[in-house]
């Protein structure tokens, strides 16, 4: 603690010396640049007598500008803002001309209005190097904001005694990568919280291990008829993608008109950085809504108008970029140096992409949410992105992902301590929406993608060429939506409806999902071996292939795997064949997927092995979710011992939707109106 302390006022005093230096230059940078400033009498002087004045004169306006300059500003709280604006200029070409008189060995003059002038450049000048040496000082960081939260205490009345609750989506973390990454050190905030104020358990996904299924399901009690990361519906002839703004704006429509619930923020609540809005008043870097024309209801870009208008903001997120660009091209350089694998291509704009989720999404989002703490807020839903960007080409256990893991504790410890400053006291969950699991790519194995291997099982040519597949990341759509552009190329995928057309085919993670367009309906196994009979046995004897899962006339449902295993649905639990090596769930989870609308003609979920946790995406990543398999499908849910036991002991907490109910009851729990009392979602929903 000692240690700590004294690390920190050296590492003030340097930053003050720093900024001392750099004031010096300018000065003498400006007396030979203006004709009417100067530090030399007329006759002349050394060198060292001038570089001795300059010093003299920019500390000692700098000590005036921090003593001084408060208490001036208190004595024109009166005066109006536009002759405020004015004087400012003024006086502090007046602190100036008063730093260099208390010198008395100095033959320095300057006119007034010259004064104006240079006082105005070093303040800029050390206004700006103050800010990049505090760049990623989170001490220094939230000093400001508790100058910030008291200014805005003056003008708010005392918050409620009840408690706010803020949820933190830590995206793409295993419940093992969390365990791991506490224990070495990696997140001190985390280890903390474990020995004492939290408890932390696992929970188990749906077969679609993603952010899209998995947060619809938390923030609005519903994942029904989302079979994957993107699917075909055949009734609209339209691809939905889950990150993709008026895909993800259908979603909500839908889980809304199920439930007959607006979702878990629906009083006083804030979302942020999410794919939904979970039916909050305040939403900001939503992507459900990013789509709307921009008025009162749709503010999803205004987080970053909010964040980037406060210069010092600015200036700390932008050198960051920068750095983050810098560590992404030499960490990927060294690892294509070492021949590293697995390894997926890391170049073209993916550093900027990288650095845009682990840098400017993140900052955005902390500083919204302690804005929302600070205001008073009853419930926040954040989600930071960062980790599942990285993991999913560095790989889910790199050292890469690790730096990541510890600068996110940094923001939990930053939240954490503000909370202390904020209006009411607050309860901080932290939770993920699916982990991932390691592996080399389909393709990098077999030397085909899915979608060669299904057009080989169909008799169809499979193109010299392959085409590079689409990667289901968030970071990808938040930075699109950011920037208005459509989150895929051609927009709202629709295809043309045709008397025969080719099958299409569409991964997600370690799940691919086979649709055939000109079939109106989904079609069965009888009727896929009637058109192409050497597909299914195709795909379900490739050792890349876990299991498959085809309607069938005769079963209803039926789950496909190597040297003819076909096994009906009901008869999982006693005869578990292909899905044995998936673990426990695996059946309910296939059964579920079975029961949606929209699910594929062919769902293929790709080979696992249970000693390494490993599978094979049929996407270019080499960290993966989206099916069945590892680590992807093992979240943690990390809670303060405030709320009660998330389920009964022994019990496994199972599913999104179970997710949402729990987080719905803690809520309660606080004594406040945050979620309305009455029938749950999904009864009324039966």
């Known amino acids: 603690m000692r ?57 000692a306006f700098g000590v005036l500008s921090a003593l001084v300059w408060p208490l001036l500003v208190r004595l024109l709280l009166l005066v109006p803002a536009f002759v405020l604006g004015l004087l400012v200029f003024v006086l502090n070409g007046s602190l100036l001309l008063v730093a260099l008189r208390l010198n008395p060995a100095s033959s320095a003059e300057a006119a007034p209005e010259t004064a104006v002038v240079v006082a105005a450049v070093m303040s800029a000048v050390a206004s700006a190097t103050g800010a990049a040496l505090t760049v990623r000082d989170d001490d220094a ?13 003056r003008h708010r009345p005392p918050g409620p005694s009840t408690p706010g609750t803020v949820f933190l989506q830590l995206d793409g973390v295993g419940h093992d990568v969390l365990v791991a990454a506490a224990a070495k050190g990696v997140m001190p905030t985390v280890a903390r919280w474990l020995e004492g ?35 075909y519906e055949k009734d609209t002839r339209e691809v939905m993608v889950c990150n993709r703004p008026t895909s993800a704006a259908e979603l909500q429509r ?24 979970g039916g909050a008043d305040e939403q900001a870097l939503v992507l459900s809504i990013a789509t709307r024309r921009r008025g009162r209801d749709n503010r999803s870009r205004a987080g970053y108008f909010a964040y980037f208008s406060d210069p010092a903001n600015a200036v700390r997120t932008a050198m960051s970029f920068v750095a ?24 073209g704009l993916y550093p900027l992409i990288r650095a845009f989720a682990t840098v400017v999404e993140r900052d955005v989002v902390v500083a919204a949410v302690m804005g929302d703490m600070l205001a008073g807020r009853t419930a926040v839903y954040a989600d930071l992105v960062a980790y599942d960007e990285v993991a999913h080409h560095s790989g889910p ?9 510890e600068r996110l504790d940094r923001a939990l410890a930053l939240i954490a301590h503000v909370a202390e400053h904020a209006p009411r006291p607050y309860r901080i969950v932290v939770l993920s929406d699916h982990g991932q699991s390691p592996g080399e790519t389909f393709r990098a194995r077999y030397g085909l993608g899915l979608g060669d291997l299904v057009r080989a099982g169909c008799g169809l ?95 209803g449902g039926v789950v496909l795997g190597a040297y003819g295993a076909e096994i009906p649905l009901d008869m999982l639990d006693d005869k578990p064949g292909p899905l044995e090596v998936f673990g426990p769930g695996a059946a309910d989870a296939v ?96």
Do not use: C
């Not at 140096?337 to 697995?342: D, M, S």
């Open 461 to 555: 040519p499979v193109p010299r060429r392959a085409r590079r597949t689409h990667s289901g990341a968030e970071a990808r759509a938040a930075v699109r939506a950011a920037l208005r552009r459509p989150v895929e190329a051609g927009g709202a995928q629709r295809l043309p409806a045709g008397r025969r057309s080719e099958p299409l085919v569409l991964a997600s993670g370690n799940l691919g999902l086979v649709s055939f367009p000109d079939v109106p309906h989904r079609m069965s196994k009888e009727e896929i071996d009637a058109r192409h009979p050497a597909l299914l046995t195709t795909l379900a004897n490739h050792p890349g292939v876990g299991f498959l899962l085809v309607r069938s006339e005769e079963h």
């Open 197 to 231: 104020t939290h408890r932390l358990t696992p929970w188990r996904t749906d077969w679609s291990s993603q952010t899209g299924a998995s947060q619809l399901g938390i923030l609005h009690g519903s994942n029904h008829d989302v079979p994957a990361f993107r699917w």
């Open 141 to 153: 960081y939230r000093r400001r904001l508790y100058r910030l939260s008291d200014r805005r205490r």
């Open 3 to 59: 240690g700590g302390r004294w690390r920190r006022i050296a590492s003030q005093v340097g930053r003050s010396v720093t900024v001392w230096a750099v004031s010096t230059l300018t000065m003498l940078v400006l007396a030979g640049i203006l004709p009417d400033f100067r530090l030399q009498s007329p006759d002349g002087e050394s060198a060292t007598h001038i570089a001795v004045t300059a010093a003299f004169g920019a500390g």
């Open 324 to 347: 983050e660009v810098g560590r992404e091209i030499g960490q990927s350089t060294r690892a294509a140096a070492r021949k590293q694998r697995p390894r997926v291509a890391r170049g």
């Open 397 to 405: 256990m790199s050292r890469d992902a690790e730096k990541v893991l």
């Open 591 to 686: 059964r579920r997927t079975h029961s949606f609308p929209h699910t594929a003609d062919i769902m293929v979920n790709s080979f696992h092995d249970p000693a390494d946790g490993e599978v094979l995406a049929f996407e270019e990543q080499i960290g993966s979710h989206g099916g069945l398999g590892g680590a992807q499908a093992r979240p943690f849910l990390l809670w303060p011992l405030a709320f009660s036991e998330p389920v009964e002991a022994g019990a496994e907490l199972v599913g999104a939707e179970q997710m949402h109910r729990v987080l719905r009851r803690w809520l309660r729990e606080t004594n406040g109106p945050q979620v309305p009392l009455g029938t749950e979602p999904e009864e009324r929903a039966a």
């Open 254 to 277: 839908r889980a809304v008109e199920r439930t007959g619930d607006g979702g878990l923020l629906g009083a006083d609540g804030a979302s942020r950085g999410n794919l939904f809005s």
